[in-house]
């Protein structure tokens, strides 16, 4: 094996053209016909909370469908909703020092975006961004 030559430089990935992300499913696969109900697929995280606490909040679930590049949390800004995503995903976003920004996370039908809310803070220190369009269920 050689050393690695100091004067080598680092390689770069290239900047990838703006496009609208594949498909992963078809609209209402997963969801079913609305209005909603309560017993659907247990994969989905809010799906899967303890059949008590789904009949509580359920009623305050609302399905809302988000296009690409739909901002749902800004950071230092109030969080005003929780998103359950059923299809497409989320987009988790930190600024860095220097301006640039970078994905630190991605959400989907396993996750939620909100957080912190959890945590017991009305703020994110991150952007939450509509990356693949698809339904969430939104509780305000």
Do not use: K
Request: hydrophobic letters at 40%; a negative charge.
């Amino acid at each position: 094996m050689s050393p690695i030559s100091p004067a080598a430089t680092p390689r770069r990935g290239r900047l990838r053209e703006a496009s609208t992300p594949a498909a992963t499913c078809r609209p209402g696969a997963i969801l079913g016909p609305f209005p909603l109900q309560p017993s659907a697929a247990p994969q989905h995280s809010a799906r899967s909370l303890p059949a008590e606490d789904l009949a509580r909040l359920w009623p305050q679930l609302e399905p809302v469908e988000y296009e690409q590049r739909h901002l749902l949390q800004a950071p230092g800004e109030p969080i005003e909703a929780v998103h359950f995503p059923e299809t497409g995903w989320v987009s988790m976003v930190t600024q860095l020092a220097d301006g640039r920004s970078a994905e630190v996370g991605l959400i989907g039908s396993e996750g939620m975006v909100g957080l912190p809310l959890l945590l017991g803070s009305d703020r994110s220190t991150t952007e939450g961004m509509v990356q693949a369009p698809g339904t969430m269920l939104r509780l305000n």
